[in-house]
């Protein structure tokens, strides 16, 4: 497939690593992988990005114009995938489908989906195009094109939202499938709840875990709090600790869906709160077991 990749960041340039490696991994194997090869042009918004994206061969080629790129490789693009922040994804779909034709399908890697699904599949209808929503749920607590890493998909979960147009759902099924993951499908809305419980709200969660602990005022205790930190508060922090604009963008962007599970969170957190306080150590225990329990549902072992 010939592949364009529009915001060369952490998502959109492990995508182009793993979709160029493959072709590598196809020449050595040619025998057995008869997979045609990908061709991947990349856009992005600062021309260093583009330089470092095509030196670590994320991409075939790049540049933060789409006027630049060879008519020829727009004209023979299967797929677009949008791997800008949220609040770019719209307005990156208005300015680029007007230069690529009609047989071109969209999708994008938002960490919201209700936003994004009805307005970019309207404008790409436009100009004869397809869309389809994707989230592949991976990430690090880096950015930008430098924290690209191989691999980064494997095994994990993505998201596709439905569509009647069953061929460009394939298609977009089977990029995220060639770079390992397990693809569902889902409403946008059903989409937006869910990560709001397994993703946004964490994200707060444990931003405003460590929040509190920098709250001590004993200076001497939380020296000793930071110095003695390890592999839990290590689990606990790190998605409280990664990218802010991204927080900020899924708070923003899926408001009702993440203050209904802050809200539950708090509620439950009242509860904790009301068993310690009342000393109410077998409640606490058996409330803990029942999570240890559940835990597994989410996380297997
Ligand atoms: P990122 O590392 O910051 O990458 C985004 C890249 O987009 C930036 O490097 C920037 O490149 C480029 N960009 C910014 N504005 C642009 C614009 N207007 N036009 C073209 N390029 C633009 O962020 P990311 O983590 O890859 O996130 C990208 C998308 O993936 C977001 O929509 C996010 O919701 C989604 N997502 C993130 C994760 C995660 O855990 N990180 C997981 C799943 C999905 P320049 O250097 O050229 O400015």
């Not at 959109?12 to 490696?21: K, V």
């Not at 061929?167 to 569902?184: C, D, H, P, T, Y």
């Not at 930190?229 to 963008?249: C, I, K, M, Q, Y």
Request: hydrophobic fraction near 40%.
């Amino acid at each position: 497939m010939n592949i364009g990749i529009v915001g060369l960041g952490l998502i959109g340039g492990s995508l182009g690593l793993d979709l160029l490696a493959a072709n590598q991994d196809s020449k050595q194997d040619s025998e057995i992988n008869s997979q045609q090869n990908n061709y991947v042009w990349g856009l992005s918004r600062n021309p260093e990005t583009c330089k470092q994206g095509e030196a670590i061969a994320a991409v075939n080629i790049a540049d933060t114009d789409i006027e630049n790129i060879p008519d020829r490789i727009l004209a023979q693009t299967d797929l677009v995938v949008i791997c800008t922040p949220i609040a770019a994804i719209l307005p990156t779909l208005t300015a680029i489908a007007p230069k690529l034709p009609s047989h071109v399908i969209f999708t994008d890697v938002g960490s919201v989906k209700a936003a994004i699904v009805e307005p970019a599949s309207t404008i790409c209808s436009e100009f004869g195009q397809r869309f389809i929503g994707s989230h592949p749920m991976a990430g690090t607590a880096f950015q930008g094109i430098l924290a690209a890493e191989r691999n980064l998909f494997q095994n994990r979960p993505c998201v596709v939202t439905p569509s009647e147009d069953l061929e460009a759902l394939e298609k977009v099924r089977s990029l995220w499938q060639s770079v390992g993951m397990r693809v569902f499908e889902c409403s946008p809305a059903e989409h937006d709840r869910a990560v709001a419980m397994i993703s946004h709200a964490p994200v707060m969660i444990s931003a405003s875990l460590i929040a509190a602990c920098q709250q001590e005022n004993d200076v001497k205790v939380l020296n000793l709090a930071q110095t003695l930190a390890s592999s839990g508060f290590r689990d606990t922090s790190r998605v409280g600790g990664g990218n802010p604009e991204l927080g900020r963008l899924m708070a923003e962007y899926n408001q009702s869906a993440v203050l209904r599970s802050l809200y539950a969170y708090r509620q439950t957190l009242q509860k904790v709160i009301n068993l310690i306080e009342d000393q109410q150590w077998d409640q606490l225990e058996d409330f803990l077991a029942k999570t240890q329990r559940d835990r597994p549902f989410y996380v297997p072992e």
